[in-house]
């Protein structure tokens, strides 16, 4: 059974500017809890808290109230750092070092030295895909590189639970892919990720489960599969003849949008009301090339979302 590796209750971030007149409430009793084993993906737009909650959880800063547990630890507490990795936003290394020295100075930081040290290296650096990278300069590594880079560095102390922080972000989707499937390679081997993003096409492909989080405000919270389920919506592709100039009382019924040249979107009811318009189109000579089901896309349940919460507020 899977244990919990987050935990929060009630947890409030107000950060102070330095005047102390200006107060920002960064995060809002937060309750969340992350099983063991999983990715989840906390996403957010720009400022809605997500770093925060990252940095409130690695004892980074501190909070306003409440409290959290990371891997049945309170946060105030320094053993659980052991089995943590973290890769930060926008990290940065010294320009001057090769990949293989970013690695040594970290691995030290950890604890490792010598053989050790120079194996688990070359064992994290190949599967980042950096091995022949090692003894390159960062200042001369792709935005890609350095993000892998950085993942490999945040997997030096053999992490149970790792922390990352917008990890595909300026990435191209070769190189997005490349993070995906070495996440998805690490929860197979029985790792936590708890991952910030707000590239939610992509999130949606790797995640469990997901929170979105809107100025603060932990707006939903749930499972990937059960938030993006089917709908009744069918996208309809069909060959040449336009069904425009189609008029009958299912058509009409049918809510039904041209995508392209010659792609309908259709919105129906039910599977019957779906099979007398198939059945209309064919019997009209129409051909069709493909049907396909739609879904609700985390985009959409994010995007609502957002406004809905923006909207209440602005009441
Ligand atoms: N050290 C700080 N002092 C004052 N305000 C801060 C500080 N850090 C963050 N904030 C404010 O707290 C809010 C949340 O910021 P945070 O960086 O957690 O957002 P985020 O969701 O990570 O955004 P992004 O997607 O841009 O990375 C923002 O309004 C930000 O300006
Ligand atoms: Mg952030």
Request: net charge neutral.
């Amino acid at each position: 059974m899977n244990s919990i590796a987050i935990e929060t209750s009630g947890l409030t971030k107000v950060y102070s500017s330095s005047f102390g007149k200006r107060k920002v409430e960064a995060l809002t009793s937060l309750s969340l809890n992350v099983s063991t084993g999983m990715i989840f993906g906390l996403l957010g737009p720009n400022g809605a808290g997500k770093t925060t909650l990252i940095k409130l959880l690695l004892g980074i800063t501190f909070p306003t109230s409440g409290r959290a547990n990371i891997l049945g630890e309170d946060i105030t507490g320094y053993k659980m750092k052991y089995k943590i990795g973290y890769l930060p936003e926008n990290h940065k290394y010294p320009s001057y070092l090769s990949g293989g020295e970013v690695m040594q100075f970290f691995g030290k930081l950890s604890g490792m030295d010598g053989t050790e040290l120079n194996k688990k290296i070359d064992e994290l650096l190949e599967l980042v895909q950096l091995a022949k990278w090692k003894k390159t300069k960062v200042k001369n590594y792709s935005k890609g590189m350095m993000q892998r880079l950085g993942l490999a560095q945040a997997l030096l102390n053999n992490p149970e639970l790792i922390f990352l922080d917008e990890p595909t972000d300026g990435v191209d989707p070769i190189g997005r892919k490349e993070i995906r499937d070495i996440l998805v390679e690490l929860k197979n081997n029985g790792k936590t990720i708890f991952l910030n993003s707000h590239l939610l096409s992509e999130v949606e492909l790797i995640t469990d489960r997901v929170g979105i989080l809107n100025k603060g405000i932990l707006l939903r919270e749930g499972d990937v599969k059960e938030m993006t389920q089917n709908k009744e919506e069918y996208k309809i592709s069909i060959e040449g003849n336009s069904i425009d100039k189609l008029d009958d009382e299912i058509l009409r019924k049918a809510s039904f949008a041209k995508m392209n040249q010659d792609y309908y979107s259709f919105k129906v009811e039910n599977t019957q009301e779906l099979n007398k318009i198939l059945d209309l189109l064919r019997t009209n000579g129409i051909v069709i090339k493909e049907m396909l089901q739609q879904k609700n896309s985390l985009e959409e349940i994010f995007i609502s979302l957002i406004k809905e919460a923006d909207k209440e507020k602005a009441q």
